[in-house]
């Protein structure tokens, strides 16, 4: 059963009863803009003119607007449209699937289309291209604003929302949200984990067949029990597109886990090991808290903590909480992470421009900004205190 220790996330913060409910009963009810640089929301409505288009810089960026697609199949579909590489296609972050999200994306020496369209009715829109000299690189973006509907609120409490508002004003702890590992199969981190310890195999046996709370959950036993690709092959009718690369190596390369693993895109392999940086990161704040010292590895930044995480340059566990960590995943700090680079993350989530709307008596509307990387499901979850299967 999936449960928040999966996720390493512990007990909940907001002490008041919760209000309940479900997210994503449609797409359409969790929507998200992104905020960029200049504190601006991307604005799909505006049009380009073709006589406007700016004619240096090697990259189109281009608005997007889309309803229900994952990122991974939001990249084939533009590198078949503007005829690149996967690789040559950026965003300053990956969003959930089940959203209907705008965003920016910067495409590499297009080598055609450059013009505004529906790539997939109803799905997937571009428009307002322009070049630029620089592309997007993860974290190239203040945040994102958040409009969604919370749906069979059983508890639904104006009085409850109101001290949740004030609540958030002292921060809420800065958990890397479900998406992040994973929602449906939750083997990001698992993956990650075997990745960074380079065991290619059990990458492998992870990313076939860790189970699943989906319908796919029958073939991926199939793998489990038997580890035949041309019998997993044989047996799943609508293989997913990136099982199928995996599969069709091994068939033509017996054993050689480390190459099927390579078919992965890149943008997956670096989330799964920045997945496991993020669990160990979970389990150091459950483990921490709110406490107000300021321990080895961290430092006051104005109202919140910026906290160091793990990477090649630490020598040793920067504190006894970090020790407890490594200590429960069995890491070892000098041979573990040596492809793993410097970051940090802050300790508390602060939403801005807070403002809710009761639309019936067990439907909630709510609105909010996050800074680049905070989770809305983690602020939701304080106030909804639902099962996590309600948060997908």
């Not at 994306?105 to 291209?129: H, S, W």
């Not at 199939?222 to 041309?230: L, T, V």
């Not at 492809?339 to 909010?368: A, C, G, M, T, W």
Request: net charge positive.
């Amino acid at each position: 059963m999936i449960n928040d220790k999966i996720f390493s996330i512990d007990e909940y913060d907001f002490k008041f009863e919760g209000i309940k409910g479900d997210l994503k009963i449609s797409a359409s009810d969790f929507k998200v803009n992104e905020i960029d640089f200049n504190n601006n929301m991307i604005d799909f409505q505006r049009v380009t003119k073709d006589d406007t288009l700016e004619k240096t810089g090697m990259f189109l960026w281009i608005d997007i607007w889309r309803k229900n697609i994952d990122h991974g199949k939001m990249i084939f579909l533009l590198s078949n449209y503007f005829g690149v590489n996967e690789k040559d296609i950026t965003t300053a972050g990956i969003k959930d699937a089940k959203a209907e999200i705008i965003q920016l994306v910067a495409i590499f020496n297009p080598q055609k289309n450059i013009k505004e369209g529906e790539l997939l009715e109803g799905k997937l829109k571009i428009r307002n291209l322009r070049y630029k000299r620089d592309g997007l690189f993860p974290g190239n973006m203040k945040g994102n604003y958040f409009q969604i509907i919370i749906n069979n609120c059983t508890k639904l409490n104006k009085e409850t929302i109101e001290k949740f508002k004030k609540f958030c004003k002292s921060g809420i702890l800065n958990y890397y949200g479900y998406q992040r590992f994973g929602s449906y199969r939750p083997i990001t981190s698992l993956l990650g984990r075997e990745l960074i310890l380079k065991n290619y195999e059990n990458a492998v046996n992870i990313f076939l067949g860790g189970e699943s709370i989906n319908e796919d959950e029958l073939f991926r036993k199939n793998w489990r029990d038997f580890k035949s690709p041309k019998k997993l092959l044989e047996a799943w009718d609508r293989v997913p597109y990136l099982e199928k690369k995996l599969l069709l190596h091994l068939v033509d390369k017996k054993d050689d886990f480390e190459g099927a693993i390579k078919k992965l895109p890149s943008y997956l392999i670096n989330l799964a090991k920045s997945s496991f940086i993020s669990q160990l990161f979970n389990e150091y704040i459950s483990y921490r808290g709110r406490e107000k010292k300021i321990l080895k590895g961290e430092r006051q930044i104005d109202e919140n903590i910026e906290i160091a995480l793990p990477s090649h340059h630490w020598k040793e566990p920067l504190n006894e909480i970090w020790r407890k960590v490594f200590d429960k995943f069995s890491i070892n700090i000098n041979k573990d992470l040596v492809d793993v680079r410097h970051s940090s993350r802050l300790l508390y989530i602060y939403p801005k421009l807070f403002h809710y709307e009761v639309l019936n008596d067990n439907q909630l509307l709510i609105e909010f900004s996050l800074k680049n990387g905070q989770y809305a499901t983690i602020v939701l979850r304080e106030l909804m205190k639902s099962d996590v299967s309600c948060y997908f």
